[in-house]
């Protein structure tokens, strides 16, 4: 039996069927951003790119996730 995928992946596929991209494309999209926090990222997404709170909020963490590790 597979685990149910937790945390803000979880919110993955449904940000790749509402907004018709892949999440490296997101991904990518922050990583080019000049913004570096949490909060200006998330307010970015949501006003220049229409993404809904949750979703813009998943995909900054992930990705600030990742570029720690």
Do not use: C, D
């Amino acid at each position: 039996m597979t685990n149910p995928v937790k945390g803000p992946a979880s919110y993955f596929p449904s940000i790749e069927k509402k907004y018709g991209q892949p999440i490296a494309y997101w991904t990518a999209l922050i990583r080019s951003s000049p913004l570096t926090r949490h909060g200006e990222l998330v307010s970015w997404l949501k006003t220049e790119h229409g993404l809904g709170h949750g979703h813009a909020n998943a995909l900054v963490a992930y990705t600030l996730a990742e570029q720690r590790n």
